[in-house]
Nanobody, 115 residues
Framework: QVQLVESGGGLVQPGGSLRLSCAAS????????MAWYRQAPGKQRELVARIISGGNTNYADSVKGRCTISRDNAKNTVYLRMNSLKPEDTAVYYC?????????WGQGTQVSVSS
């Protein structure tokens, strides 16, 4: 059984920062990509950032320059550092893991940006 446990969400003021974490455990074989998605109320889930095995990353235009995705391969953990947060960043953030044993999603963590 595979588990993805996310943490780090919360309420932050505009301009603030957060770091999300997602730790994968269980029978996962050869993770080749880890990513963060988000879904705001009434909107479709969208990609925020993705990192692949070689370390290459890509970001949504809306977060470029404000977010950094990184991973710790030894811990099967992916992080998302978010700076200069805006109210429009408010959403449930989900991590996603692509591996040879399948694709897995976390349960989501709420990020709210409000004064």
């Amino acid at each position: 059984q595979v588990q993805l446990v996310e943490s780090g969400g919360g309420l932050v003021q505009p301009g603030g920062s957060l770091r999300l974490s997602c730790a994968a455990s269980g029978s996962i074989v050869s993770i080749y990509a880890m990513a963060w998605y988000r879904q705001a109320p009434g909107k479709q889930r969208e990609l925020v950032a993705r990192i692949i095995s070689g370390g290459n990353t890509n970001y949504a235009d809306s977060v470029k320059g404000r977010c950094t995705i990184s991973r710790d391969n030894a811990k099967n953990t992916v992080y998302l550092r978010m700076n200069s947060l805006k109210p429009e960043d408010t959403a449930v953030y989900y991590c996603k893991v692509d591996s040879l044993s399948g694709t897995y999603w976390g349960q989501g963590t709420q990020v709210s940006v409000s004064s």
